[in-house]
């Protein structure tokens, strides 16, 4: 399968996701799984499984570097032209791309959606300082700027930097403002603010608490990696975990089974980090009640746009076209099936 996939790629221009996942999180995995995407067809290409045992200091944070770089190199010796790709924020994997020969043809973007999320992070951590409380309220904002001016600099590393400082105009209710000592003007993109978006906790211009704020947003070191970010692409990295979490949240009130006594049932678990077994109470199994309604919500949603009758085509590698099912012979008829089983017992 993967070597029909590697032909019909064969001399192509690709643009590549790459993601690594633990097998438990942090410091103890043990392995890890990297996996390299096309990201316009969602195909996977590669995956290969990293040992901790093979890398150095036997560290697991180590582990997803050499996965790039062994799936990375997979891909190179194929016929396939990779000319971007697409990661998360590792350090590890920056500095291999930025130094090593071999991707000196391959452009590394970062995942905006990690890049977004991380400078949230920065904002609400300065907030939680003393005086600089009021930061709170825009960690939300700062991250969605940040979106913003990747999906709207078409790719112009300049463009990114003058629209992303104008998060700082903003929140201090300055919507446009002169740049290039008044020879030209920045301007916010959104609607007139309605009197409620007035009400807004504005904070005051030059003040400490926007003066931290500058601090985090004009960080020479981070206005440095928005030529990682310049290349908007909604990775489906965001939409699983998006997925995850409603499917977590859906269910996190699952009552205990309880046996025919009434008794709740476990099973027992073995934790690699305490090196004891441990009973876990087993819960009632997930009954997904949240789908109908998301259902709903999806078609609400493109009600909205009038596409509702659009017909998603379904995709030249969708292994639905091999096959219905999986299996390896046809199904027999059920009135076969339901006579053989009976007469086995
Ligand atoms: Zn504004």
Request: hydrophobic share 35%; net charge positive; aromatic share 8%.
């Amino acid at each position: 399968m993967r070597q029909r996939l590697v032909n019909e790629r064969k001399n192509k221009e690709i643009l590549l996701t790459a993601d690594a996942r633990n097998d438990s999180p942090g410091h103890c995995a043990q392995y890890c799984t990297y996996t390299i995407t096309d990201m316009e067809d969602k195909v996977i290409l590669q995956q290969d499984v990293v040992d901790v045992r093979e890398v150095e200091g036997r560290k697991s944070t180590n582990m997803e570097r050499v996965g790039f770089e062994r799936g990375m190199d997979a891909i190179l010796s194929t016929e396939i032209i990779a000319k971007e790709v697409i990661t998360d924020g590792h350090t590890g994997i920056a500095s291999l791309m930025s130094h090593c020969e071999k991707y000196a043809d391959i452009v590394h973007q970062r995942d905006v959606w990690h890049g977004g999320k991380n400078i949230g992070k920065k904002v609400a951590n300065v907030a939680k300082e003393k005086g600089d409380e009021d930061l709170l309220q825009w960690s939300g904002a700062v991250k969605n700027h940040f979106w913003y001016c990747s999906r709207l600099c078409n790719g112009n590393v300049n463009d990114f930097k003058d629209l992303w400082r104008g998060i700082l105009h903003h929140v201090v209710n300055e919507h446009e403002w002169p740049i290039d000592d008044g020879k030209s003007a920045g301007k916010c993109g959104h609607d007139p603010l309605s009197d409620e978006e007035r009400e807004k906790p504005w904070l005051e211009k030059n003040s400490k608490v926007h003066k931290a704020l500058q601090k985090i947003v004009l960080s020479k070191r981070f206005l440095n990696t928005f030529l990682y970010f310049t290349n908007f692409r909604y990775v489906g990295y965001k939409l699983r975990n998006q997925l995850a979490v409603i499917d977590f949240n859906s269910h996190r009130n699952r009552q205990p089974c309880k046996n025919a006594a009434g008794e709740i049932v476990h099973r027992g678990q073995y934790s690699k980090r305490t090196k004891q077994w441990r009973p876990v109470t087993v819960l009632q199994p997930k009954d997904y009640g949240y789908i109908p309604t998301l259902i709903v919500k999806i078609f609400e949603e493109q009600l909205k746009t009038g596409n509702v009758n659009r017909k998603i085509v379904r995709g030249a590698d969708d292994p639905r076209n091999i096959a219905a099912n999986i299996a390896v012979m046809p199904r027999p008829s059920i009135e076969h099936l339901v006579q053989v089983h009976k007469s086995r017992f």
